[in-house]
T-cell receptor, first 115, second 113 residues
Framework: DVKVTQSSRYLVKRTGEKVFLECVQDMDHENMFWYRQDPGLGLRLIYFSYDVKMKEKGDIPEGYSVSREKKERFSLILESASTNQTSMYLC??????????????FGNGTRLTVT | KNQVEQSPQSLIILEGKNCTLQCNYTVSPFSNLRWYKQDTGRGPVSLTIMTFSENTKSNGRYTATLDADTKQSSLHITASQLSDSASYICVVSARTGNTPLVFGKGTRLSVIA
């Protein structure tokens, strides 16, 4: 079974702090994704990566950056956290195929609150 | 614009009853359609993936149908159980584009005893 592990289930941070969300997958998947999920809006893609050191912007990248130094690890960085970044953050992975036909495997999410 | 619309937004049914969730999409060119189940506080888990040529696909008590002509899909749950209480998310994948997956907002199902 694919396992996608997000390092924290809950995080509380102050406005202006730099925040790191970590995600690790154990199935040697090439593709990794960061989504945020908000009530009434569904899942929205922030950033994704198809290879080590490679990253591409999703639909809502503003205020975020990512890092993929190793194949199994994909980090989401909030450079200066703001209250409108309070959300559930979901990491996902999938094998090569650019996600067109392969299922996404999700972690259990990090609920981030920015005060 | 590529869109996925799900209905109803929420649904409450009695344990043991059947229910059907709907998904309409305008994604083009179409590659596949997926249904995910998301339990409260957990990440989504894949239930089915259907390509253009597949009309129906089952996973236990879950049966998904696809009508590519009318761009509609349904997820039918038979003999519901309390553990079926979750959000069900329809996701459609395009065959092109940098971000091909289009997510619906989900249907929140509550099964009560």
């Amino acid at each position: 079974d694919v396992k996608v592990t997000q390092s924290s289930r809950y995080l509380v941070k102050r406005t202006g702090e730099k925040v790191f969300l970590e995600c690790v997958q154990d199935m040697d998947h090439e593709n990794m994704f960061w989504y945020r999920q908000d009530p009434g809006l569904g899942l929205r893609l922030i950033y994704f990566s198809y290879d080590v050191k490679m990253k591409e912007k999703g639909d809502i990248p503003e205020g975020y950056s990512v890092s993929r130094e190793k194949k199994e690890r994909f980090s989401l960085i909030l450079e200066s956290a703001s209250t409108n970044q309070t959300s559930m953050y979901l990491c996902a992975s999938s094998p090569l195929d650019r996600g067109y036909n392969s299922p996404l495997h999700f972690g259990n999410g990090t609920r981030l609150t920015v005060t | 614009k590529n869109q996925v619309e799900q209905s109803p937004q929420s649904l409450i049914i009695l344990e043991g009853k059947n229910c059907t969730l709907q998904c309409n999409y305008t994604v083009s060119p179409f590659s596949n359609l997926r249904w995910y189940k998301q339990d409260t506080g957990r990440g989504p888990v894949s239930l089915t993936i259907m390509t253009f040529s597949e009309n129906t696909k089952s996973n236990g008590r879950y049966t998904a149908t696809l009508d590519a002509d009318t761009k509609q899909s349904s997820l039918h749950i038979t003999a519901s159980q309390l553990s079926d209480s979750a959000s069900y998310i329809c996701v459609v994948s395009a065959r092109t584009g940098n971000t091909p997956l289009v997510f619906g907002k989900g249907t929140r199902l509550s099964v009560i005893a």
